[in-house]
């Protein structure tokens, strides 16, 4: 399975006087198991691009394969791209609509045809890989949670569906810590397993050097950089000047670079700043004597 | 009832909260706050933390009157938001900025979605212009005015959020989470102006998941299933570790690398809980070995 988008254009309210081109003649390919992090300030056009992945939203112009189908061609079953493709939205919460969590989460695989046992298996394990005990919450009305536990059910109704491509935007806002970090966790474990694509959307800098595998950066509609994290978060002028920064690690190197004391490297991560200040501090004392 | 103004500008004493629950179920209802007392200072910077489901928007609903306790009070600047008759007096004095910037703009141009607050409290028209100008001006929104919501950033929509709610002159304002939608220059932006609020003497509550958002704060309340398990301020409260972890919470960057740093034999005092802060002492400390290692006497 791979992703090829080309030259992809989306227009909001084409010919009004406030027409939006949301998405400018983005193209990119994703190669099969690549895990990839889409950063930009908001209104860059993340979420507008990837509603296209899965065909909720229809292009203005351009074309997208999904494997070998062009999901952007006329004739093609929407209903077998979303099998393959799912999408958790940026605000899953409004995605809820079912009386009970559970009812809610085994929504997609009962449109699968799936037998009941496995539906019920599959709402278990989705309800587990996002940290919801069953016992406490399949009952539920998924209205009456707080915020992050109304975000966890949204995230259990598309993973029970076992996606070949798993896109999800900004799923991790709103969520405490610990949260935040199960849910990475399960992203990560869902890829192991399964080994297909990942994309997620994140204003999260820390989170999506340490996860993909190449980051996108969006800008006024246009990919504006495609590399590696060293590579995207090595430039942290531009950047800052398209609204984004450098995740906390790096700003602090930079800081202390700045001011004298460079690292001569980039650094990402707590554990590379780390080894970083402690051979430099301690290092020095030693060089002494 | 009027109680007689003092510096607390809130007092929640004893107070309980429950969401009715469904008859059928077995289980008891569990209280969503659950006894909680605490006093903010009037002027004060309180920041609310604790994991999801923990009771926080719960207790701040309670703050303004938005939700009434099961039992025990809240007074707002001396009014009880179970006196009736004190309802007025406390939604002009709490104002609320939410997490979406999509859904609380309800206007087609900037002014008019600031104007709508204090229109609403049926102020004069003249004084209306004013405080559109004062409030958008105090968010850096002013040259926007005439825009469409629609075409702002997350950042400048939540500002003017923001603007909305100080155009109604409160004293006390709730953030819940403003900005967990936000690209980081918008929560930058968001940050700064609740630090300037803080500065005029509006009595500020944030509610949070980022720990880097508390650290300016006067004090730090943890909440944990409805009841308060800390509080303290950044300082202290980022010195206890392990109940941090325990109540899966985070260590702020420059907490948790201070610890990684004191581990490989680097000498870092205590209390130094901001990115700043550890660097000043880094960037000394470098000076120091280097400044030795000019002088080999030494
Ligand atoms: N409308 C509601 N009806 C019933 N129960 C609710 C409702 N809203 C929240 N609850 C429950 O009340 C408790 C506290 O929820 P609250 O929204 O105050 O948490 P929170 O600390 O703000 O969480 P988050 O960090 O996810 O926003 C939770 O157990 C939640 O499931
Ligand atoms: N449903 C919509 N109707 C009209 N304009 C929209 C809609 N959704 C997004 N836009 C506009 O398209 C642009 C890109 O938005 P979006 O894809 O949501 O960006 P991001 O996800 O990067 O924040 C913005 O200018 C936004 O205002
Ligand atoms: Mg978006
Ligand atoms: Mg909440």
Redesign the interface.
Same mark, same amino acid.
């Given at each position: 399975m791979s992703i090829r988008v080309e030259n992809l254009t989306h227009i909001y309210n084409k010919g009004l006087a406030?027409e939006t081109k949301a998405v400018d003649d983005v193209s990119f390919t994703v190669a099969d198991g690549e895990f990839i992090g889409i950063i930009?300030? !908001? $209104?860059s056009g993340k979420s507008t691009l990837i509603q296209h992945l899965n065909g909720i939203l229809k292009p203005e112009s351009g074309s997208i394969f999904i494997g070998d189908a062009e999901i952007t061609a006329k004739k093609i079953k929407m209903n077998e791209i979303r099998k393959r493709v799912g999408l958790v939205f940026?605000?899953p919460e409004y995605q809820l609509f079912e009386e009970t969590v559970s009812k809610d989460i085994a929504f997609g695989p009962k449109n699968l045809g799936l037998s009941e046992e496995e539906i019920d298996e599959r709402v278990r394990e989705a309800m587990q890989m996002v940290g919801l005990d069953f016992a406490t919450y399949a $009952?539920r009305s998924p209205f009456?949670?707080?915020?992050? @536990?109304k975000r966890?059910v949204a995230i259990a109704g598309v993973i029970a569906m076992r996606p070949e491509v798993l896109i999800l935007d900004?799923p991790t806002? $709103?969520?405490?810590?610990?949260?935040?970090e199960d849910i990475l966790n399960m992203v990560k474990s869902i890829r192991h397993r399964a080994g297909g694509i990942v994309i997620l959307v994140s204003?999260n +800098?820390g989170d999506v050097a340490e996860m993909a595998d190449r980051v996108f950066v969006m800008d006024g509609g246009k990919l504006a950089r495609v590399g590696t994290p060293a590579e995207v978060f090595a430039d942290e002028a531009f950047l800052?000047r398209i #609204?984004?920064?450098v995740p906390?690690?790096a700003? *602090?190197a930079n800081?202390?670079a700045a &001011?004298? %004391?460079a690292s001569g490297r980039v650094i990402l991560n707590?554990d590379e +700043? !780390?080894d970083f200040?402690?051979d !430099?501090?301690?290092g020095?004392?030693e060089?002494?004597s | 009832m009027n109680f007689v103004k003092d510096d607390k500008m809130i007092r929640i004493e004893d107070l309980v909260f429950e969401?009715g629950w469904d008859e059928e179920?077995a289980a008891a209802p569990v209280n969503a706050v659950d006894h909680v007392s605490l006093e903010v200072e009037r002027g004060s910077f309180t920041a609310v933390i604790?994991?999801? $489901?923990?009771g926080k928007?719960t207790l701040a609903k309670n703050i303004n009157a938005l939700l009434l306790p099961a039992s025990g009070r809240v007074i707002v600047d001396g009014f009880d938001t179970l006196d009736d008759a004190a309802l007025w007096e406390i939604r002009q004095r709490v104002g609320m900025v939410f @997490?979406?910037?999509d859904n609380q703009l309800v206007s087609a141009v900037v002014e008019d979605d600031v104007a709508f607050g204090p229109e609403n409290l049926g102020v004069a028209p003249d004084e209306i212009r004013e405080r559109i100008r004062f409030s958008l001006t105090a968010v850096d929104m002013y040259a926007h005015r005439k825009m469409?919501p629609?075409? /702002?950033? #997350?950042?400048q929509k939540q500002r003017v959020a923001i603007a909305g709610v100080i155009a109604m002159k409160p004293e006390i304002i709730i953030f819940d989470?403003p900005t967990? *939608?936000?690209?980081?220059? #918008? &929560?930058a932006e968001v940050m700064g102006i609740i630090e300037r609020l803080h500065e005029e003497n509006i009595t500020v509550v944030l509610i949070t998941?980022f *720990?880097?958002e508390t650290l300016n704060s006067d004090r730090i309340v943890i909440m944990d299933r409805g009841r308060i398990a800390m509080e303290g301020t950044p300082a202290e409260i980022f010195s206890r570790t392990a109940e941090i972890e325990a109540l899966? %919470?985070?260590l702020p960057?420059?907490v948790? /690398?201070t610890a &990684?740093?004191k581990e490989?034999?680097?000498d870092i005092p205590a209390g130094l809980i901001t990115?700043r802060a %550890?660097?000043e002492h880094?960037?000394t400390?470098?000076k120091g070995?280097?400044t030795?290692?000019l002088c080999?006497s030494e």
């Open positions: 406030y930009g300030h !908001t $209104g940026q605000y $009952g009456e949670l707080s915020g992050g @536990q966890r900004e806002a $709103g969520l405490d810590p610990k949260s935040h204003h +800098m800052k #609204g984004l920064g906390p690690a700003r *602090m800081d202390l &001011r004298g %004391l707590i +700043m !780390t200040l402690a !430099t501090l301690s020095a004392r060089s002494k | 969401y179920e604790g994991r999801n $489901g923990s928007s @997490q979406n910037p469409a629609h075409l /702002l950033s #997350g950042g989470e967990a *939608m936000l690209d980081p220059e #918008g &929560r998941h *720990m880097e899966d %919470l985070k960057f420059a948790e /690398l &990684r740093l490989r034999g680097i990115e %550890l660097s880094l960037l400390l470098w070995n280097e030795s290692d080999p």
